[in-house]
């Protein structure tokens, strides 16, 4: 399997895509957020960038859930081996493609984890409690339990933080029932991008998607009934268009907050890659500035280097 992974705005999508069309691959989504139907231009789901000269590269694990529900780290993994059963029972390659570090590390590392249960007396307590107490109390957990899980790459809402404590209070309890994962041999690059590059990228994406209708899309998933408080769970775009589109914010109020923390965003998924790095897995870095034809020369060159000495 190879591995495409780097921050929000760094053109993993048209690499991957175009990966895949060259070595008769499909792409894999890990992405937490683009699981959801009718989330799409908040999400970056780019699904123009499926196709490659003319040809469409296949997809999996993006719109496979309602907008309002929960998905999480338990369910992406039995979809993640579903759909690279599939697609390597056909002999295509599988190229996975994702920003949210924790999906991707749970795959390449094969985490071993059950199903976590609600805990209605933990969530009553925690109730009320801000976005910096409950972070507090994950760090205390994770520092407890000698947990890579929940990095606050995720956790940028309450509701967030509380489910990634009640898992961690749950683990805290309740040795993990191993299950089998299997050893997938992964070839893991990542998009080198300058801050100033990123920085730059993610303010002139918000802004085009902003002009694309992303407030009539958080609109319309309003109006068929998802919650506010469903939509502010999945954090960034999603909360503050949804607190300007409920009166919270000014559109200059969301716009500027969304923008710091789309840019804190960024900063925390290198802070995982970085951590997957410390933790063991190799990261080929591409030059984010290089031409797409050369990154893909690189990537393909890699990895028939590590196939023959492999």
Known sequence: M???????????????????????????????????????????????????????????????????TRYNLFEYQQDFLTAYQDITSRGARVVLCGGTGLYVESVVRGYHLSPVPQNPGLRKALEGQSLEALTGRLRQLKARNGSVMHNTTDVDSAQRA???????????????????????????????????????????????????????????????????????????????????????????????????????????????????ERRGQKIHWIDFTLPLEEKIAMIIKTDNDESATG
């Open 162 to 276: 509380v489910r990634a404590i009640e898992i961690e209070e749950y683990n805290s309890r309740h040795p993990l029932q191993e299950r089998a994962f299997p050893t997938i041999p992964s070839l893991v690059f990542g998009v080198d991008i300058s801050r100033e590059d990123r920085r730059r990228r993610i303010t002139e994406r918000l802004k085009a998607r902003l002009e694309e209708g992303m407030v009539e899309e958080i609109r319309s998933l309003l109006a068929r009934g998802v919650a506010p408080e469903d939509l502010i769970y999945y954090g960034l775009e999603y909360k503050y268009v949804t607190e300007y589109v409920t009166g919270k914010l000014t559109k200059e109020e969301m716009f500027r907050s969304l923008e710091i923390a789309i840019h804190q965003f960024a900063k925390r998924q290198m802070t995982w890659f970085r951590g997957m």
């Open 2 to 68: 190879i591995v495409i992974l780097g921050p929000t705005a760094c053109g993993k999508t048209t690499l991957a895509a175009t990966l895949a069309s060259r070595i008769g691959g499909e792409v894999v989504s890990a992405d937490s957020r683009q699981v959801y139907r009718g989330m799409d231009i908040g999400t970056g789901k780019d699904l123009a960038d499926y196709t490659v000269d003319g040809h469409e590269v296949p997809y999996h694990l993006i719109d496979i859930r309602d907008a309002g």
